[in-house]
């Protein structure tokens, strides 16, 4: 029978859950004065996520710290993200713990991210199941293929934009592997890379819909126009950086059976993590 896998970017759901419920300063703590704010709303993501995409096993990734490869070859590399606000930094460990409690797997490899881990499970396991990746990162978007799909979470509670092999192009205009190349051009201000100063996401959209792919664009330069010629010759170094720096890598040294991630908790476990965090009104979401 094919099992169908939930890959979970446990990062993007952390801090999205934090930033969601932390506007207004409502930081919930329990008995011990440690605030659960994060990891509430991360439970709820995560639980609906489940009870939406019915997955009969479940892994979460983790990032591992902020230094990775990708920091050994550009130092700027998200080095505009200020350090978690002090409210967030003990959730690290306790949505750990609450993963645990459901026992499935926590998933982090030091020097890679968490992108990486999913990347490399992904294609894993996708040649005998299908892969579903939960996350509010568009990166991931490279991943999609045949046995590997995307659900996005949008904006408000069970909303999900799910990419797959079939509406991809529809909805991007690009194919998955395109992606790559698309960063490489335009860059990415959240992970702090530049890309090809001065073309924007409509350029590299139109470059690549007419070129395909980097190597073709650069092998037919001449055909570009002057203004796009001028700035990718003055920023070839970078564009060749900042591909390496977009591409996930699906080559970490993660070894893990399928067999640790099928989705059957000891309800009773939960249930007193959750009595211990005093979150006890989530108790309902459990199936």
Partial sequence: MQQSIL???????????????????????????????????????????VDTFQPTHVICCWDMGSKTFRTSMYEDYKGNRSAPPEELIPQFDLVKEVVDAFDMPNIGVENFEADDCIGTLAKQFSKENEVLILTGDQDILQLVESGISVAIMRKGQGN??????ENFYEKKGLYPKQIIDLKGLMGDTSDNYPGV???????????????????????????????????????????????RLAEIRCDVPIEISLEKAG?????????????????????????
């Fill in 7 to 49: 890959l979970v970017d446990g990062m993007a759901l952390l801090f999205r859950g934090f930033f969601a419920t932390s506007i207004r300063g409502n930081f919930m703590k329990n008995e011990n004065g440690v605030p659960t704010n994060g990891v509430y709303q991360f439970l709820r993501y995560f639980l609906n996520a």
């Fill in 160 to 165: 999900y934009d799910v990419f797959t092999e």
């Fill in 197 to 243: 100063k001065g073309v924007g996401e409509k350029t590299a959209l139109k470059l690549l819909q007419e070129h395909e792919t980097i190597d073709c664009l650069l092998e037919n330069i001449d055909q570009l126009p002057k203004g796009v010629q001028t700035k990718i010759k003055a920023n070839l170094d970078m564009l060749h950086l900042s591909r």
């Fill in 263 to 287: 989705w059957k908790y000891n309800r009773e476990k939960v249930t007193q993590k959750f009595e211990e965090l005093q979150v006890k009104n989530l108790i309902k979401l459990l199936s």
